[in-house]
């Protein structure tokens, strides 16, 4: 009796484990596309809304030392218009990748839209200047495209919680955005202070930019 009962125990066993590892691996796999869909496809970086749930969980472990950073693609509409948009794709995935990088496994890159982008980071103050020169030589790298290679040059913005008075995500964002237009085309990565995060905005993003026109409504 006992020599057959352990073939059965063990074939018992077995026949319980298969749909245990075929589900595992359903499970695996799952989960790879759902956070696959939280990626932007042509850059690899977060899409906007994965990103802001990272970036305001950063936030809440380093709010004393993170750096925000705002891109911005110079001249992409003429990129398109001169190389074609696949090279006006290879300049996006290239600015996607460069921002990854350098926000480093600590830190998190999103595409907020077109060629906009962002990336937080934790950084110790005293290491913020010497990073961010790098991040402005990073981005100013042309990128091997063919059997040449393409001019990039990307406008930046940072914004600390010190330098803006607040560890509101919102309001840091703000305040890279009018500090990276402040110095668009300069080729320097511009640091927000105080009066960058009290430029006026609709649905939080810096008044003028396109989308923020405030509609106006006639009374009879």
């Known amino acids: 009796m006992t020599t ?41 970086t977060w899409r906007r809304e994965e990103f802001t749930d990272r970036a305001q969980r950063l936030l809440k472990r380093h709010p004393d030392e993170v750096v925000l950073i705002l ?9 398109n218009d001169r190389h074609g948009h696949a090279a006006g794709d290879t300049a996006l995935a290239a600015i996607g990748s460069r921002l990854t990088e350098w926000a480093g496994r600590h830190g998190v890159a999103g595409r907020l839209g077109g060629d906009e982008f962002a990336a937080l980071t934790p950084i110790e ?8 020169d790098h991040l ?49 085309h300069t080729g320097v990565v511009v640091r927000a202070s105080l009066g960058h995060a009290q430029v006026p905005s609709i649905n939080g993003r810096r008044e003028g930019r396109p989308g923020t026109a405030a509609r106006t409504t006639t009374r009879p």
Do not use: C, N
């Open 4 to 44: 057959l009962a352990l073939p059965r125990k063990t074939l018992h066993i077995t026949a319980l484990a298969v749909p245990l590892a075929g589900w595992t691996l359903h499970t695996t796999v799952l989960r790879r596309r759902l956070v696959q869909a939280q990626r932007d496809p042509l850059t690899s």
């Open 71 to 79: 891109a911005d693609a110079d001249h992409f509409k003429q990129l």
């Open 125 to 132: 103050p005293r290491h913020q200047e010497l990073r961010l």
């Open 136 to 184: 402005a030589r990073l981005m100013t790298r042309p990128i091997p495209y063919g059997d040449g290679r393409l001019p990039l040059t990307v406008s930046l913005g940072a914004a600390t919680p010190a330098g803006v008075g607040s560890t509101d995500l919102p309001t840091l964002m703000r305040a890279a955005d009018t500090a990276m237009y402040e110095g668009k």
